[in-house]
């Protein structure tokens, strides 16, 4: 059987970059990624929908090791998809890529200090093993997004899409959309499609916080013709996780003064007359669920020339010619996009098994993050959700490589984080309140009360713990297989 030292599950942005740090620090251990697709990239290869983009900036989006040199901060996805695969075609990455392997259950042994790594090929089973399985698979169902049970929606004689499955042929030219959904989908799309429609109407039930960031970074662009593209990115990626961290603890600390500076600024930027607190005043606290961005506020541009609309309503049924409200108005619709959200996954739904017994992932702790309780030699990427995924993606990797370096020094062969502290209680994973994340938390793992199980979502403190925290901190055992108790380790 195939065996490998790491095997990494995902080439989108974790996997991708997991495997250029893993390749560069130890360039003798062998690899390969498994994934399901046919293609490098994940979420910016899935999706397709009109001014797909990320909402954060791409200094830090962007991986550490590799500067993002585009001018626009707020990237469209082919650019972001582009990164990708250069990351991985540059170092060699692409190489190691089984692509249309869907790893379906993945089984350690301690006897043998290997994982059993179980994947389906073109409908036919794959078996390898590997010392350490890291998974880079995302946080949602790639099959399809969700949609709540709309009544009447058979009736519907437009066309109905998901941003998830965006139809390529798709012309909505003097069509009328209705765009269901207040996330950054919704935002991104609303602007995007409204150049082009005849009209755009932007339906939801509650309201977002949406706030205003430059496409373009001036002081970036500025730092990078003075200081190259290294250093600059070097302290712009500083300059904005400082500036993010900032706001985020002042949301966190003074809500009422942000939700202040949030409403005057949209007020700025809509039309006179404008009910701002109908459309854009959320019942919740700035970051009690994700703040939508609109680069250079090209959301509210969009509302201020009439091309777009905002309706704060309930959805009552379908008709054959658009959609009834609960407030008894109707909306007409050629096209209804349905952004409604993603469905979670847990580990791109793989079965763990530990010698023998299934885990059971609500049961399970997560230990920095990034490692689950008496999984053993087992390492998963779950990125910030108040900042760029990647902070903490090349976090996790740079533990990995640290944690692995002590092993060779050790010369043991399992580490495995250990959760005998009765004083740790449970928390969710993400403690994040948006509708998306409620409806699917309780399959995910839990993570604790006190460091090293509590889920931190500040970038500051988990560079500490992760680049720089003791590794031997008791929560962590570290033992040798079984049979080779006097192995030397491998260089
Ligand atoms: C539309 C959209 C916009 C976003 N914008 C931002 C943003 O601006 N900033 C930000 O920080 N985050 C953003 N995110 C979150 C985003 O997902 C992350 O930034 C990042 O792309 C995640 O990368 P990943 O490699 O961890 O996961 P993914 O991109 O989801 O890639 C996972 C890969 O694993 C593969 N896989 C999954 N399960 C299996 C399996 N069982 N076997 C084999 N392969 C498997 C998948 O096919 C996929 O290729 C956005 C998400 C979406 C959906």
């Avoid at 389906?120 to 946080?139: F, K, M, N, Q, R």
């Avoid at 009328?176 to 932007?202: E, F, N, Q, W, Y």
């Avoid at 409403?263 to 109908?278: H, W």
């Avoid at 702790?365 to 902070?391: C, H, R």
Wanted: aromatic share 10%; proline share 6%; charged share 25%.
């Amino acid at each position: 059987m195939t065996h490998f030292d790491v095997v990494i599950v995902g080439a989108g942005l974790s996997g991708v970059g997991a495997a250029h740090q893993l390749q560069a620090a130890f360039p003798r251990r062998t690899y390969a990624i498994l994934e399901a697709r046919d293609v490098i990239g994940g979420t910016w290869d899935l999706f397709r929908y009109p001014g797909v983009r990320s909402d954060s900036d791409m200094n830090t989006l962007g991986y550490r090791f590799r500067p993002w040199t585009d001018a626009k901060s707020i990237a469209d996805g082919p650019s972001i998809l582009q990164y990708v695969r250069d990351t991985a075609h540059e170092a060699g990455v692409d190489r190691h890529i089984w692509f249309g392997h869907r790893v379906v259950r993945a089984s350690w042994s301690t006897a043998s200090a290997r994982w059993t790594i179980e994947a389906e090929h073109d409908g036919a089973p794959v078996v390898i093993t590997a010392s350490l399985l890291y998974l880079c698979s995302g946080y949602y169902h790639y099959d399809r997004g969700h949609q709540p049970p709309f009544p009447g929606i058979d009736r519907f004689g437009g066309t109905v899409v998901h941003p998830q499955h965006w139809p390529e042929d798709l012309d909505y030219t003097d069509k009328r959309v209705v765009v269901i959904g207040s996330g950054a989908t919704a935002v991104t799309l609303v602007p995007a499609m409204a150049d082009r429609a005849t009209h755009v109407t932007m339906l939801q039930r509650s309201p977002s916080y949406v706030s205003t960031l430059p496409r373009e970074d001036a002081l970036a662009i500025k730092l990078r013709r003075w200081l190259g593209a290294r250093r600059a990115y070097f302290f712009v990626r500083w300059k904005n996780v400082l500036i993010s961290t900032f706001f985020y603890q002042l949301a966190r600390r003074r809500p009422e003064r942000v939700k202040a500076l949030l409403r005057e600024a949209a007020v700025k930027q809509l039309p006179a007359g404008f009910d701002v607190d109908t459309h854009f005043k959320p019942r919740y606290n700035p970051w009690d669920q994700r703040l939508c961005f609109v680069p250079d506020g090209d959301l509210f541009r969009a509302v201020r020339r009439g091309r777009a609309s905002v309706v704060t309503d309930v959805i009552d049924e379908f008709t054959p010619s658009g959609l009834r409200l609960a407030s008894g108005a109707e909306l007409d619709a050629d096209i209804v996009v349905t952004a409604t959200g993603l469905r979670l996954l847990p580990f791109g739904g793989i079965e763990l098994v530990v010698d023998g017994r299934a885990v059971e992932l609500p049961k399970t702790m997560a230990y920095k993050g990034m490692m689950l309780s008496d999984v053993p030699n087992f390492v998963f990427t779950i990125g910030y959700t108040n900042a760029s995924w990647t902070l903490k993606a090349d976090l996790v990797t740079e533990y990995t490589i640290r944690l692995l370096r002590q092993l060779d020094a050790r010369g043991f062969d399992q580490f495995v984080p250990s959760l005998d502290d009765p004083t740790v209680t449970e928390r969710p994973l993400l403690d994040f309140q948006a509708g998306y994340v409620l409806r699917s938390i309780d399959a995910f793992p839990r993570s604790g009360s006190r460091a090293p199980w509590r889920l931190g979502m500040s970038y500051a403190q988990d560079l500490l713990a992760l680049r720089h925290g003791r590794i031997e901190d008791g929560a962590m055992r570290f033992s040798r297989r079984p049979a080779v108790s006097s192995a030397v380790p491998s260089p």
